[in-house]
């Protein structure tokens, strides 16, 4: 991806602003884009012209139009979407720094289809209706319909950028809302290249607009704190979705977080270890653990404690790390020097706090342009205590903490003995002990002898500082909707 300047796309036109940043690769360090970053103005632009189209005058053309006319939009626009898969792909390469092959197999095919499915979602939602009888004697009966909000802020994270975008604003655009989208400064690049497209489609100006800039006191402050914003979906850090909350406090606005985790694995003695290896190296280490539902604790029955110890270590070790053209299962970077940074000072409280790394614990040494880059080993850590920092605290990078137990009333107690509530994985043959252990585990998606295996519109949802809320399928229309109830009184036939 060749250097280039990445302005705003408001209300169908491209708008540039005095005020730039520079997005840097993290793969080695290279100048990207200069990103023009969106001012009080463009925000207040942008919410202005996205209410008109979605619940103001000009509702006729977006808002209020009749769902099948507006759904023949959205899918014609995911029909564009898809000739430029290479562009989006090529983007979110160089942004993130990950391997074309992950990119392709798990970011951009996935997001793509996200249109098509909501879409398809949207044309199956039904209403609700029920006749009754009324407690003076009176008949009647209600039915519910659903109009859009208004304007959706979406705000999206770094570590995914172009599938989060697409869970975000497909749902906001099917319910006929206008969906403004603010990607995250670290990767501005595939979200310019999804308004490119809506600028190409039938989507008509005002529906989407897309502002880059930062958090507080940028662009992200000035759109959750803008009255003209009806709901805000977010996912991101849980300091962050605090923040957001408190300012959509002002006016009532309605929030949609997904947060971050500190998710556990419990590995039962009767496991098949094999499946167990491979599902639990994706779990700690994929896209460089830089997943929400990325587990950072394990507790294994001391029976087979030694054994996956070895092997975890053994397999981290042995991941391919930087080779954006491997074909299969490898990490790239960190999203930037300074989020690596961060990661790098929680595992250096290893060696204090009492633990020892099986694996990994540095920076590794490519002996080229790789070293300007923000890499990191994958991590193995055994011997901490539960208070130590690097099992509370959630660093988001490819790192594991291993400890013992004995019975599955400690397991539980262990995976539960946290503030977050994002994710488990319950790894055991006997399934009613699997069933048995993710009620009693407080998250919001439990996976059992699996990881990352998602239909992407299923429910959401996140326990303690995780989440408020709930995404996925029905659940996002909804939360992009207002539901209106009418209800008609029935006379009895005149006598």
């Known amino acids: 991806m060749s250097r280039k300047k990445l302005e705003n796309y408001i209300a169908g036109r491209w ?19 200069t990103v023009c970053e969106a001012t009080e103005e463009m925000v207040d632009e942008a919410v202005t012209e996205g209410r008109e189209i979605s619940i103001g005058s000009r509702s006729g053309s977006w808002g209020s139009m009749p769902m099948r006319d507006r759904l023949a939009v959205i899918n014609g626009f995911a029909d564009r979407l898809m000739t430029r898969a290479d562009d989006l792909i090529e983007a979110e390469v160089a942004d993130t720094g990950r391997s074309y092959w992950q990119s392709r197999t798990f970011d951009g095919a996935r997001a793509v289809g996200l249109f098509k499915a909501y879409a398809g979602a949207g044309a199956n939602m039904e209403n609700r209706s029920m006749r009754f009888s009324g407690g003076m004697g009176f008949e009647g009966m209600w039915y519910t319909t659903r109009r859009p909000k208004g304007v959706i ?58 502002l880059h800039g930062f958090g507080p006191g940028s662009t992200g402050g000035h759109l959750t704190a803008h009255p003209g914003v009806d709901a805000i979906c977010f996912t991101g850090e849980s300091a962050t979705g605090s923040s957001i909350m408190k300012a959509a406090a002002t006016g009532l606005r309605e929030v949609s977080l997904e947060l971050g985790g500190k998710n556990a694995a419990v590995i039962f003695q009767d496991v098949v270890m094999d499946r167990v290896i491979e599902g639990m190296t994706r779990s700690a280490f994929f896209n460089c653990g830089q ?38 299962f490898s990490i790239g970077p960190l999203i930037s020097t300074g989020h690596r940074d961060k990661v790098k000072s929680l595992l250096d409280t290893v060696a204090n706090d009492g633990g020892e790394f099986v694996a990994g614990g540095g920076i590794p040494e490519f002996g080229d342009a790789r070293d300007s880059g923000a890499f990191i080993q994958p991590s193995v850590a055994i011997g901490l205590a539960e208070t130590a920092q690097f099992v509370k605290k959630e660093a988001f990078g490819p790192v594991l903490h291993i400890a013992p137990f004995d019975h599955e009333d400690e397991a539980v107690a262990l995976a539960n003995d946290t503030e977050f509530g994002l994710s488990t994985c319950i790894w055991t043959e006997n399934l009613s002990r699997a069933h048995r252990v993710a009620a009693r585990i407080r998250v919001g998606h439990a996976w059992i002898n699996a990881w990352q295996i998602r239909d992407l519109l299923s429910p959401l949802s996140g326990a303690g500082i995780s989440g408020v809320g709930e995404q996925g399928g029905r659940l996002s229309l909804e939360f992009c909707s207002l539901p209106q109830t009418v209800t008609a009184r029935i006379h009895p036939e005149d006598a």
């Open 153 to 210: 802020a979406c705000i999206c994270p770094w570590n995914m950028p172009l599938l989060m975008a697409s869970m975000k604003v497909a749902p906001a655009l099917v319910m006929g809302n206008a969906a403004i989208l603010k990607p995250s400064e670290e990767t501005p690049s595939s979200a310019t290249i999804l308004a490119e497209i809506v600028a190409c489609s039938d989507i008509p100006d005002g529906a989407f607009s897309l």
């Open 291 to 328: 997943i929400c539902f990325c587990t950072e604790r394990a507790y294994v029955h001391r029976a087979r404690f030694d054994e996956f110890v070895d092997r975890i270590s053994t397999v981290a070790g042995e991941i391919i790390i930087g080779d954006r053209n491997h074909n299969g």
């Open 15 to 33: 708008v540039a602003s005095d005020r730039e940043f520079d997005k840097r690769s993290p793969f080695d360090g290279s100048l990207l884009a």
